[in-house]
């Protein structure tokens, strides 16, 4: 290790030895030294940005379920007030999901 002298130039260079490291000359003496400790990191992630993830997770437009909807409502035989209901439906429980 590196030898540095001491404020008071008379008492002489100093050994510098790692905390945690124990030196042969010293049974011991590496329970009488201060643990080294390291920081820990933390991430918070915002309620908009697991929502925006969420969004990058849907899957693409499904154009053969367009059209098919398309085709219903033009003939006439597209059940809104059901699949409204169901939809809505569908939103409330997700939401009450996500807060309880």
Request: aromatic share 0%; net charge negative.
């Amino acid at each position: 290790m590196a030898d540095i002298s001491g404020i008071g130039a008379d008492q002489g260079p100093a050994r510098l030895e790692h905390p945690t490291r124990q030196r042969p000359d010293q049974p011991g003496r590496e329970n009488d030294s201060p643990a080294i400790r390291r920081g820990s990191d933390e991430v918070e992630v915002s309620r908009l940005s697991v929502m925006l993830q969420r969004l990058r997770d849907v899957p693409g437009i499904r154009e053969d379920l367009v059209a098919q909807l398309r085709r219903e409502i033009e003939a006439g035989v597209y059940d809104e007030e059901t699949r409204l209901d169901a939809a809505l439906d569908a939103m409330i429980q997700e939401i009450s999901e996500q807060r309880g």
